[in-house]
């Protein structure tokens, strides 16, 4: 079955203490990109990758680092998260950028204390 | 960059009525429209998409229309059903040489269907 997978769906932390969630798909996509949602304000690109050790900043990349050292997975890591990093998360992959349909994951709730 | 904007930012509608949601964008450059159904609790998924080579697009209760002049696109429900309550996201991108195709999302419209 065609999937983005993301670990954890939920996590609880603290202040300064580092995280990664895991994004990984099967299609064999070209892109992935990592986003967070919050209330009023949409979905809004944090990082994006558009194939292997090809990464580059989205909308609102401050506090966050990704890596992509093989075609299928794309970490997002919060080096010291705070507060304001509390959000829901999601990755995503597509054959390319722009003007293919993007299959997203199921989301990563993020509480941050 | 591109600028997507999205309203209202919530919509009612009587079950078995139509429901459009309009949405807007800024960068004439922007070829491609994909709009986005996520229910509670769930991830976004395509519903439709459209080209900018053509003006309409339908499939089965759901269009899509496209105003290139106007730079505005719509999402049109026909026959609502109450499983079409849902936050319906729209989004615009390019693919035009030296154009930054990154898909640019609007904030979002909550539609609730009352039965």
């Known amino acids: 079955e065609a999937q983005v997978t993301q670990n954890p769906r939920y996590l609880i932390t603290v202040t300064g203490k580092k995280l990664t969630v895991t994004c990984s798909q099967n299609?064999?996509?070209?892109?992935m990109s990592w986003y967070r949602q919050d209330p009023g304000l949409g979905l809004r690109q944090i990082y994006y990758?558009?194939?292997?050790?090809?990464?580059d900043k989205g909308d609102v990349p401050e506090g966050y680092k990704v890596s992509r050292k093989e075609k299928r997975n794309f970490p997002l890591i919060l080096e010291s998260p705070s507060p304001n990093q509390t959000s829901l998360y999601f990755c995503a992959s597509s054959l390319g950028q722009g003007r293919q349909p993007q299959h997203f994951g199921d989301g990563t709730r993020l509480s941050i204390l | 960059g591109e600028n997507v904007e999205q309203h209202p930012s919530t919509l009612s509608v009587q079950e078995g009525d139509s429901a459009v949601i309009k949405c807007t964008y800024s960068?004439?450059?922007?070829?491609?429209f994909p709009w986005y159904k996520q229910e509670l609790g769930k991830r976004p998924q395509l519903i439709i998409d459209i080209r900018s080579n053509v003006g309409e697009k339908k499939d089965q209760r759901i269009a899509v229309t496209l105003n290139k002049t106007a730079k505005h696109f719509s999402l049109h429900i026909t026959e609502t059903q109450p499983e079409d309550s849902a936050v319906y996201f729209c989004?615009?991108?390019?693919?035009?040489?030296?154009?930054?195709?990154?898909?640019?999302f609007g904030k979002g419209i909550t539609l609730s269907v009352r039965p």
């Open positions: 299609m064999n996509h070209e892109y």
């Open positions: 990758s558009m194939n292997v050790e090809v990464t």
């Open positions: 960068d004439s450059a922007s070829n491609y």
């Open positions: 989004a615009a991108s390019s693919n035009l040489p030296g154009a930054n195709s990154k898909l640019t």
